[in-house]
């Protein structure tokens, strides 16, 4: 196995242990996030705690395409958490990355970021309508997507928990994570808006948000808002029925019998 380790000019001295944090990987147990395809551990190194995110192999096809053409998941999060810092956009800062090869095939890879620790996530503002300052943290966070959007950065998985949000006074500050799938360049109304489409299914939340982003986009308020909710409404007719095809199809599983 040939292994490609790269680390933020800025942290070479932590080269060697964060290199060891990710050869002893299974080892650690502190666990923070587990899926079908990633697995997220938080690791403690000279007394500061880092995550380090493990991307599984990945199938034939990308085997052969991340080893000789694409990017690993691993090495675009770091590129783009490098390019999200310099456009002023907080995430976790980029500690390094690892992909692991084969002379034909890629492997697994391997992403590691200073740990966050948050107040909340955008989910708690769906789950929770009375959380506190709801509003005013929705509208904060939709200036934070207009920033994103002056700024020609279209975060493709802008979903419920990818943006970690961290109370800092009596103002909230936004951090992206899950970061290897962004586009940069100037985008159209259309596209902007599209963005908020995965966030939430709630129709009283899309309204405060198409409210914010009006104002800040100085477009009619029934507008933002009636292309707001029906790429909504779309998403989640979409996301809906293809849950219930993987339902039929995978009805054995648990997670899809819930």
Same mark, same amino acid.
């Given at each position: 196995?040939?292994?490609?380790?790269?680390?933020?000019?800025?942290?070479?001295?932590?080269?060697?242990?964060?290199?060891?944090?990710?050869?002893?990987?299974?080892?650690?147990?502190?666990?923070?996030?587990?899926?079908?395809?990633?697995?997220? /551990?938080?690791?403690?190194?000279?007394?500061?705690?880092?995550?380090?995110?493990?991307?599984?192999?990945?199938?034939?096809?990308?085997?052969?395409?991340?080893?000789?053409?694409?990017?690993?998941?691993?090495?675009?999060?770091?590129?783009?958490?490098?390019?999200? %810092?310099?456009?002023?956009?907080?995430?976790?800062?980029?500690?390094?990355?690892?992909?692991?090869?084969?002379?034909?095939?890629?492997?697994?890879?391997?992403?590691?970021?200073?740990?966050? !620790?948050?107040?909340?996530?955008?989910?708690?503002?769906?789950?929770?309508?009375?959380?506190?300052?709801?509003?005013? %943290?929705?509208?904060?966070?939709?200036?934070? !997507?207009?920033?994103?959007?002056?700024?020609?950065?279209?975060?493709?998985?802008?979903?419920?928990?990818?943006?970690?949000?961290?109370?800092?006074?009596?103002?909230?500050?936004?951090?992206?994570?899950?970061?290897?799938?962004? /586009?940069?360049?100037?985008?159209?109304?259309? !596209?902007?808006?599209?963005?908020?489409?995965?966030?939430?299914?709630?129709?009283?939340?899309?309204?405060?948000?198409?409210?914010?982003?009006?104002?800040?986009?100085?477009?009619?308020?029934?507008? %933002?808002?009636?292309?707001?909710?029906?790429? !909504?409404?779309?998403?989640?007719?979409?996301?809906? /029925?293809?849950?219930?095809?993987?339902?039929?199809?995978?009805?054995?599983?648990?997670?899809?019998?819930?």
């Amino acid at each position: 196995m040939q292994t490609n380790f790269i680390i933020h000019p800025s942290k070479q001295e932590l080269k060697i242990e964060v290199s060891n944090a990710i050869k002893n990987f299974d080892t650690h147990t502190q666990v923070l996030g587990q899926g079908d395809r990633n697995v997220i /551990k938080i690791v403690a190194i000279e007394d500061k705690e880092y995550t380090i995110k493990s991307f599984k192999v990945p199938n034939l096809i990308n085997q052969i395409a991340y080893r000789f053409f694409r990017k690993s998941k691993a090495e675009r999060s770091y590129l783009y958490a490098n390019k999200l %810092i310099a456009s002023g956009i907080k995430t976790p800062f980029p500690i390094a990355y690892q992909n692991n090869t084969t002379p034909l095939f890629f492997k697994n890879s391997y992403y590691v970021s200073e740990l966050i !620790t948050c107040d909340l996530t955008y989910r708690e503002l769906v789950t929770e309508p009375d959380y506190p300052e709801h509003e005013k %943290i929705l509208r904060a966070f939709t200036r934070f !997507t207009y920033d994103l959007h002056e700024k020609g950065i279209l975060f493709l998985d802008h979903s419920p928990g990818n943006t970690l949000i961290v109370k800092n006074g009596t103002d909230y500050d936004f951090y992206l994570v899950d970061l290897n799938r962004m /586009k940069f360049g100037s985008l159209d109304l259309e !596209t902007r808006i599209q963005n908020f489409s995965r966030l939430t299914p709630k129709k009283e939340m899309v309204a405060i948000m198409a409210n914010e982003y009006a104002k800040l986009t100085q477009e009619g308020e029934s507008l %933002i808002f009636n292309k707001m909710w029906a790429n !909504t409404a779309a998403f989640q007719e979409k996301f809906h /029925k293809k849950r219930a095809l993987k339902r039929k199809i995978f009805f054995w599983k648990k997670k899809y019998r819930d």
